[in-house]
């Protein structure tokens, strides 16, 4: 069964930092291009950032882009979000997900993360 | 590019066909794709390339367009397809650019 499980979530001021992980089973993770999404509350979904499979490429949304860092090791099944001078709208849920093609049809996605950015 | 859905929510009865709207600003083939949320869950995705089902997903659900213009579909309203509908579009960067959601709840 494809599983993706996200952790490192928590509460941080802002200016803060804080890493997310995502631990991949079920498929064979080092073949798939990565993605974030996040959904802060009451709100729509919102694209955050992808890593094609080998991790040599990267994209951000334009909202994070120059703050954040996403990659991976294919070793570990794992991907990584790192979260730099955090903001109250980086307030989200954070959600790993699936690329079933790799051209961003998120196919398999995890619980998601709670991420709240506040003094 | 902008995609706006309409409505932005609906009440139905079960059993009832529902259709959802999801126009996009420019023209993006049929890079679209629809997911379903349901509340505290993450999304599930329903349909991609505008009409293709995704596995396992119940053929009550069905997608058409192309160009600027795509409708999701239910057929049969069942009580646990209650829930919120995203499209998405795929074709240009910002990659994964997101509708605003339909709600579809009981009447």
């Known amino acids: 069964e494809v599983q993706v499980v996200e952790s490192g979530g928590g509460l941080v001021k802002p200016g803060g930092s804080l890493r997310l992980s995502c631990a991949a089973s079920g498929f064979t993770f080092r073949s798939y291009s990565m993605n974030w999404v996040r959904q802060a509350p009451g709100k729509g979904l919102e694209w955050v950032s992808s890593i094609s499979s080998s991790g040599s490429y990267l994209y951000y949304a334009d909202s994070v882009k120059g703050r954040f860092t996403i990659s991976r090791d294919n070793a570990k099944n794992s991907l990584y979000l790192e979260m730099n001078s955090l903001r109250a709208e980086d307030t989200a849920v954070y959600y790993c997900a699936r690329d079933l093609s790799g051209i961003y049809i998120f196919d398999s996605w995890g619980q998601g993360t709670q991420v709240a950015v506040s003094s | 590019i902008q995609l706006t859905q309409s409505p932005s929510s609906l009440s139905a009865s079960v059993g009832d066909r529902v259709t959802i709207t999801c126009r996009a600003s420019q023209g993006i083939g049929s890079y679209l794709a629809w997911y379903q949320q349901k509340p505290g ?14 596995s396992g997903v119940p053929s009550r659900f069905s997608g058409s367009g192309s160009g600027t213009d795509f ?3 239910i057929s049969s309203l069942q009580p646990e397809d ?4 995203y499209c998405q579009q795929l074709n240009s960067y910002p990659p994964a650019t997101f509708g605003g959601g339909t709600k579809v709840e009981i009447k």
């Open chain 2, 82 to 85: 209650f829930a919120t509908y």
């Open chain 2, 41 to 54: 869950k993450a999304p599930n995705l329903l349909i991609y390339a505008a009409s293709t089902l995704q």
């Open chain 2, 71 to 73: 409708t999701l579909t």
